[in-house]
């Protein structure tokens, strides 16, 4: 299985514009990316969309499960 990579993966995740809209939510806040809703809980950051609730415990897990499924 071929997997295919992120350009960001190589530019680092601090060029990666859905990084760093990730990255600047404060406690409270909450962003719409494509067709998620991410909110930073103050615990986790929450992904919702019609398919999906999730939470992770980092930014880096979010970026990846958001990233993943664009």
């Known amino acids: ?3 295919q ?4 993966e ?4 601090k060029n990666d514009p859905v ?3 990730i990255e600047k939510l404060r ?3 909450k962003i719409q990316i494509d067709s ?3 909110r930073n809980n103050g615990k986790l950051y929450e992904v919702e969309s019609d398919e999906y609730h ?3 415990p980092t930014k880096e ?5 958001v990233c993943a499924n664009l």
């Open 10 to 13: 190589f530019l680092g995740l």
């Open 19 to 21: 990084f760093n809209l």
């Open 1 to 3: 299985m071929v997997e």
């Open 61 to 65: 897990r979010c970026y990846t499960f």
């Open 5 to 8: 990579t992120n350009l960001f």
């Open 54 to 56: 999730e939470g992770f």
């Open 27 to 29: 406690e409270g806040d």
């Open 36 to 38: 998620f809703c991410i």
